[in-house]
């Protein structure tokens, strides 16, 4: 069975100094990750974690400590992850610290870790990093083991890209995540803001990350687990015991770690407020709230428990009566059976997180259910769960009067609503536990690693291995224009072909075997007058495949509808906007696009400018037929309908006869829908080339455009 390194910020087990022997570790990543099934996900797990303790033995442990000094750990994990990227990712500026030896001492650790990693991996293991802890990591092992497959999971949100470019270390966290084979968030807005944050931030340094290479994972729990744990002795004794105390009182349930992020302060403020609003549920309805103890060596954590506290006091002494306390507060761990009780006899679970990941509490509270008598979940918006869990009463914790009314509403929800809710919300735990999380996330990435580029050209004598299947075959060559047969030039009106490539062009216009079609952004005209002018009898598709042209018919096909335009008369007024602030750009209407280029433009501020852009067309356009790329030192709007890849497919399905051997090349993004294409569809053998280095769908490529001449060559003398 194949490995996978997982690494984590702790190990599953802790070494526990004063019993001497190794207890489970607590937090909810580590809780989902120790539930994984090694037999369905297909995967032996060892996991690589830092440790500040000396291990007397590492028997029965299930994985690796990494030792790292206390005071580099401390400033690490304390001092950057819990001070800097934990407030800042979960919108919580206000607490963030910045401390110019935590991030010296983060770099450390994921150097030191990375180093382990690169030690402890054979080839063909898979390396799965969680967490904002290893932000680094991933940079780190490609710079020394390109080889191996390398996911990384985010477990917290990933904040909008304006408030993650406050984060100064923003270029370096994100050009490491990048260099990732697949990155998984819990939810779309997540994975958006981290699109969004790519593209302003690092823009012409990263022009191109595509979709293939990130994903949606909403994570799970080990549901036969919980559901197992509700039917143990234990759990049926504290039960109940809780019962004989509960009597005919209603219960609300809160369990949060302490932390600002979770609306303790928010749900407390709501429960006064539905105790004025419902006077007559005083001593009929408590809230049982545990908090469990977090970062208490943080001084806004303290601050925080002292408010919670206060707040408890406060309600408890307005609203309790003698041997009625309106909040039953408990500031400790409890142990699983305990919880496991509590979240079936609850009649509500109250989750009030202002901002949060996933929040694995609410998953856990719908598997421990009785269907026959559940109770109700109020789950806030502002969790990842609420995409997942769906007959939850969603809530906006912040909105203080509409939640208690939401409370009230669950309290006096009908029976049958409830069984129908939770029963639904269970059988979709049942069949999406943690381990089919895993197994589709590691399935993707194994998918996507299998299909990445597979060689660089080692010289231009022997350029690639499946040269030799192309003898005697009918050949179909696909070929971009700017940036692949001609190099790109400021001004693109004045482009030309080289000498060696118009040579290299008549010589495939004598091969009978090779069918050679251009493919294109540019228009008709242009294309025309290059090619069927000088007596090069190629097909041509013109505006990103809006237009086919066929050496014998001699006339332009129109192959788009001739609505797909209706976008571009507001989105030429943004370029000419654009091009007045940015010296030296300029606009160009291809028909079915629109490009702006600013390779002529002062660099730093055209690629601020042009970051800035981007950002702001991928919006103006989300519910228009049309998308933002961006290439190199340009970038375009087209109609969804002009597509490379759609051409592709018309060309392919209106041959009489299928070709033996498909080639395709190309240098830019419009490319990626042909080779995705090709890849995905194609019946007969394919092989897709891009021209530069940058992150791509094809699975071959050139180091630049002046290699492409050898290339057609090559492709010439062994066909």
């Given at each position: 069975m194949p490995r996978?390194?997982?690494?984590?910020?702790?190990?599953?087990?802790?070494?526990?100094?004063?019993?001497?022997?190794?207890?489970?570790?607590?937090?909810?990543?580590?809780?989902?990750?120790?539930?994984?099934?090694?037999?369905?996900?297909?995967?032996?797990f060892e996991w690589i974690a830092p440790t500040t303790q000396i291990y007397p033995y590492e028997s029965g442990l299930p994985g690796?400590?990494?030792?790292?000094?206390?005071?580099?750990?401390?400033?690490?994990?304390?001092?950057?992850?819990?001070?800097?990227?934990?407030?800042?990712?979960?919108?919580?500026?206000?607490?963030?610290?910045?401390?110019?030896?935590?991030?010296?001492?983060?770099?450390k650790v994921n150097s030191i870790i990375a180093d382990e990693?690169?030690?402890?991996?054979?080839?063909?293991?898979?390396?799965?990093?969680?967490?904002?802890?290893?932000?680094?990591?991933?940079?780190?092992?490609?710079?020394?083991?390109?080889?191996?497959?390398?996911?990384?999971?985010?477990?917290?949100?990933?904040?909008?890209?304006?408030?993650?470019?406050?984060?100064?270390?923003?270029?370096?966290?994100?050009?490491?995540?990048?260099?990732?084979?697949?990155?998984?968030?819990?939810?779309?807005?997540?994975?958006?803001?981290?699109?969004?944050?790519?593209?302003?931030?690092?823009?012409?340094?990263?022009?191109?990350?595509?979709?293939?290479?990130?994903?949606?994972?909403?994570?799970?729990?080990?549901?036969?687990?919980?559901?197992?744990?509700?039917?143990?002795?234990?759990?049926?004794?504290?039960?109940?015991?809780f019962q004989k105390t509960k009597k005919e009182m209603k219960w609300i349930l809160g369990v949060d770690r302490l932390d600002h992020i979770k609306g303790l302060l928010q749900k407390l403020y709501?429960?006064?407020?539905?105790?004025?609003?419902?006077?007559?549920?005083?001593?009929?309805?408590?809230?049982?709230?545990?908090?469990?103890?977090?970062?208490?060596?943080?001084?806004?954590?303290?601050?925080?428990?002292?408010?919670?506290?206060?707040?408890?006091?406060?309600?408890?002494?307005?609203?309790?009566?003698?041997?009625?306390?309106?909040?039953?507060?408990?500031?400790?761990?409890?142990?699983?059976?305990?919880?496991?009780?509590?979240?079936?006899?609850?009649?509500?679970?109250?989750?009030?997180?202002s901002r949060d990941g996933m929040n694995l509490v609410g998953l856990e509270y719908v598997a421990s259910q009785n269907c026959n008598h559940p109770g109700t979940l109020l789950l806030s918006e502002f969790t990842g769960a609420h995409s997942t869990l769906s007959y939850a009463i969603s809530i906006n914790p912040w909105n203080i009067d509409e939640t208690a009314e939401k409370i009230h509403d669950a309290l006096s929800r009908p029976i049958e609503i409830r069984q129908h809710e939770m029963q639904e919300m269970k059988s979709f735990l049942m069949n999406y536990t943690s381990s089919h999380w895993a197994k589709l996330f590691l399935d993707d990435l194994n998918?996507?690693?299998?299909?990445?580029?597979?060689s660089q050209v080692p010289n231009e004598e022997n350029f690639f291995p499946w040269m030799s299947e192309l003898k005697n075959k009918k050949i179909l060559l696909f070929c971009d224009f700017d940036g692949t047969l001609a190099p790109l030039h400021p001004t693109p009106a004045k482009v030309s072909l080289l000498e060696e490539t118009k040579k290299v062009l008549s010589d495939i216009t004598m091969n009978k075997k090779i069918d050679f079609v251009v493919v294109s952004g540019r228009d008709q005209n242009f294309l025309q007058d290059l090619f069927t002018k000088n007596n090069y009898h190629f097909s041509l598709a013109a505006c990103h495949g809006a237009y086919s042209y066929l050496p014998d018919s001699q006339e332009?096909?129109?192959?788009?509808?001739?609505?797909?335009?209706?976008?571009?008369?507001?989105?030429?007024?943004?370029?000419?906007?654009?091009?007045?602030?940015?010296?030296?750009?300029?606009?160009?209407?291809?028909?079915?696009?629109?490009?702006?280029?600013?390779?002529?433009?002062p660099e730093e501020f055209a690629d601020f400018v042009a970051n800035k852009l981007f950002v702001?067309?991928?919006?103006?356009?989300?519910?228009?037929?049309?998308?933002?790329?961006?290439?190199?030192?340009?970038?375009?709007?087209?109609?969804?309908?002009?597509?490379?890849?759609?051409?592709?497919?018309?060309?392919?399905?209106?041959?009489?006869?299928?070709?033996?051997?498909?080639?395709?090349?190309g240098d830019d993004t419009s490319d990626e829908d042909m080779f995705e294409y090709l890849q995905n569809n194609a019946s007969v053998k394919t092989f897709c080339i891009k021209v530069g280095e940058e992150k791509t769908n094809a699975k071959y490529s050139l180091k630049d455009q002046s290699k492409v001449d050898s290339l057609l060559l090559n492709i010439l003398m062994n066909s």
């Open positions: 996978c390194l997982l690494v984590t910020n702790r190990l599953p087990l802790t070494f526990d100094e004063n019993s001497n022997e190794f207890i489970p570790s607590a937090g909810g990543l580590i809780s989902s990750l120790k539930g994984l099934n090694s037999k369905q996900v297909g995967f032996d690796h400590p990494v030792l790292i000094p206390k005071d580099i750990y401390q400033s690490y994990y304390n001092g950057f992850c819990n001070k800097v990227l934990w407030p800042l990712f979960h919108y919580e500026r206000s607490t963030i610290a910045q401390d110019i030896s935590g991030w010296e001492n983060y770099k990693i690169i030690k402890k991996a054979n080839f063909d293991d898979t390396v799965w990093i969680h967490d904002f802890h290893f932000f680094l990591i991933p940079e780190l092992l490609k710079q020394k083991r390109p080889d191996l497959k390398v996911g990384f999971f985010l477990h917290i949100p990933f904040p909008s890209s304006e408030i993650f470019r406050e984060l100064p270390q923003r270029k370096e966290i994100l050009n490491s995540l990048i260099q990732c084979d697949l990155i998984g968030f819990h939810d779309l807005s997540y994975l958006n803001h981290f699109k969004r944050s790519v593209s302003r931030i690092l823009g012409e340094e990263c022009p191109v990350v595509y979709k293939r290479n990130w994903g949606v994972y909403p994570i799970s729990i080990d549901t036969d687990h919980f559901i197992e744990l509700a039917e143990r002795d234990l759990t049926r004794q504290y039960l109940c015991s709501t429960f006064e407020s539905f105790l004025r609003k419902y006077p007559e549920q005083i001593g009929n309805v408590q809230l049982i709230q545990i908090v469990v103890p977090s970062r208490s060596d943080i001084f806004e954590y303290q601050t925080l428990k002292q408010e919670v506290e206060q707040l408890v006091s406060r309600i408890n002494g307005e609203f309790g009566t003698p041997g009625k306390m309106p909040v039953h507060y408990i500031f400790n761990h409890i142990c699983s059976a305990e919880l496991s009780a509590l979240y079936q006899i609850s009649e509500v679970m109250h989750i009030a997180s998918e996507f690693t299998s299909n990445k580029r597979l332009w096909e129109h192959l788009i509808p001739h609505d797909s335009t209706n976008w571009k008369e507001n989105i030429i007024e943004v370029f000419k906007l654009y091009t007045t602030r940015t010296p030296g750009s300029f606009y160009e209407d291809k028909g079915y696009a629109i490009a702006w280029h600013f390779r002529n433009s702001e067309l991928e919006e103006a356009l989300s519910s228009i037929p049309a998308q933002v790329t961006r290439g190199k030192k340009i970038i375009e709007v087209k109609s969804l309908h002009a597509c490379k890849g759609h051409f592709v497919q018309h060309y392919l399905e209106r041959r009489e006869y299928l070709p033996e051997v498909v080639i395709a090349i």
